[in-house]
C-alpha cells in the first residue's frame, strides 16, 4: 500500500538548513525518507544537523551555500548531480533582515543584502535548478516567504518587500514551470520562536503584540511549519501549485 507523505527515493535540497525552521524542515523531509542536502553559509552547523539526521537513520550530507553567491548555487548544483544524479525537491528557507528600526534609516548595503539573500537568491537558485528539477517530473519547490509578504510590518519594510517579491516569484514560477512538471508554492510563517525573531521575542512589547494580534496567544515553534512543506512537496499536493500556505497562529485572518 503507498504510504502518503512518501518521499522515499526523492533527493531534497534545503537552502538555510543550519538551524531555525530550515532545520526543522530537513529532519522532516529525511523522517520521510528523502535524501536531504543541508546547506547554509556555515557548512560546520549544517554537518551537525546532517549528523543529528543520520543518527536518527535518516540520509543527509551538508553543504556550504550562500545563497548570495551565484558560483555556490552552481557548485552545490553540480556536487548534487554528481553524487545523487537527481534532484526531486527545493526549499528555499534562507534569509536575512539586516535592518530593523524607522525606514528612513535604512542603508543601501542593508536594502541590498536583503534583496540578495532573500529573493535574488531563490531566484537563481530555483531556476538554475529546473533543469534536474523537471528531469523525474514531480519536482517541488517550496519558498519560505513570511506573512509580511502579505500584511508589511514597521521597521522592517525591506525584509516585507524581499518577502512580497517571493511570493511574486512563487506564482510567476508556478505558471512557468507547472505545465512542466514542477510545483512552485510558498510557506508563509507567523512569529516563529527561532534566532531570526530573537530581536522581535525580547522585545517587551511581544506578548502584548501576540495577545493583540494572534488567535494562538504564543509564537510557533520551528517543528509546527514541517507539516505544510511536507504537504506541499509530496504527491499529496500534486494539484497544488502557485500558492502560499499561511502557518501562523491566526495572525492574518
Ligand atoms: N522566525 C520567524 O518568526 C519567521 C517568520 C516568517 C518567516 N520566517 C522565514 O523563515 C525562514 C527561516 O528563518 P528562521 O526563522 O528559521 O531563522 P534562523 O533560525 O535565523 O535561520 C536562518 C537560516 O538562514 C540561513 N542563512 C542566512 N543567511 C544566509 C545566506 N546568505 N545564504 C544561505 N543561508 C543563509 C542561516 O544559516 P547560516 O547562518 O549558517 O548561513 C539559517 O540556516 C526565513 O526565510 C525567514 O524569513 C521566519
Known amino acids: 500500500m503507498t504510504k502518503r507523505f512518501d518521499l522515499s527515493g526523492k533527493v531534497a535540497l534545503v537552502a538555510g538548513a543550519s538551524r531555525g525552521i530550515g532545520e526543522a524542515i530537513a529532519h522532516g523531509l ?3 525518507g528523502a535524501t536531504v542536502i543541508c546547506s547554509s553559509r556555515k557548512q560546520a552547523d549544517c554537518e551537525k544537523v546532517s549528523e543529528a539526521i543520520r543518527g536518527k537513520g535518516g540520509k543527509a550530507v551538508s553543504a556550504e551555500l550562500h545563497l548570495g553567491e551565484l558560483d555556490h548555487h552552481d557548485k552545490v548544483l553540480a556536487m548534487i548531480e554528481k553524487e545523487f544524479g537527481r534532484l526531486d525537491i527545493l526549499i528555499n528557507n534562507g ?8 525606514a528612513q534609516d535604512a542603508s543601501a548595503s ?3 543584502k536583503t534583496i540578495e539573500v532573500n529573493t535574488r537568491g531563490p531566484y537563481f537558485l530555483t531556476t538554475k535548478a529546473f533543469k534536474m528539477l523537471k528531469a523525474n517530473g514531480g519536482g517541488a519547490v517550496v519558498n519560505v516567504a513570511s506573512i509580511d509578504g502579505i500584511q508589511p510590518a514597521e521597521f522592517r519594510v525591506i525584509y516585507g518587500m524581499s ?3 517571493l511570493i511574486a516569484m512563487t ?6 514551470y ?3 512538471g514542477v510545483r512552485v508554492n510558498a510557506l508563509l510563517p507567523g512569529f516563529t520562536d527561532t534566532k531570526l525573531a530573537s530581536a522581535l521575542k525580547e522585545n517587551p512589547t ?3 503584540h501576540i495577545d493583540m494580534n494572534l488567535a494562538i496567544k504564543r509564537m510557533a515553534q520551528p517543528e509546527e511549519m514541517v507539516g505544510a512543506v511536507l504537504y506541499m512537496v509530496s504527491d499529496e499536493a500534486s494539484y497544488f501549485t502557485g500558492q502560499g500556505m499561511v502557518v501562523d497562529g ?3 485572518i
Not at 534569509?95 to 524607522?102: D, E, K, N, Q, R
Not at 506564482?171 to 512557468?176: N, R, T, V, W
Open 30 to 32: 529525511a523522517e520521510h
Open 95 to 102: 534569509a536575512t533582515s539586516p535592518h530593523f528600526g524607522p
Open 110 to 112: 542593508a536594502f541590498d
Open 163 to 165: 518577502k512580497a517579491a
Open 171 to 176: 506564482k510567476g514560477l508556478a505558471k512557468e
Open 178 to 180: 507547472s505545465k512542466q
Open 206 to 208: 511581544a506578548q502584548q
Open 250 to 252: 491566526g495572525a492574518v
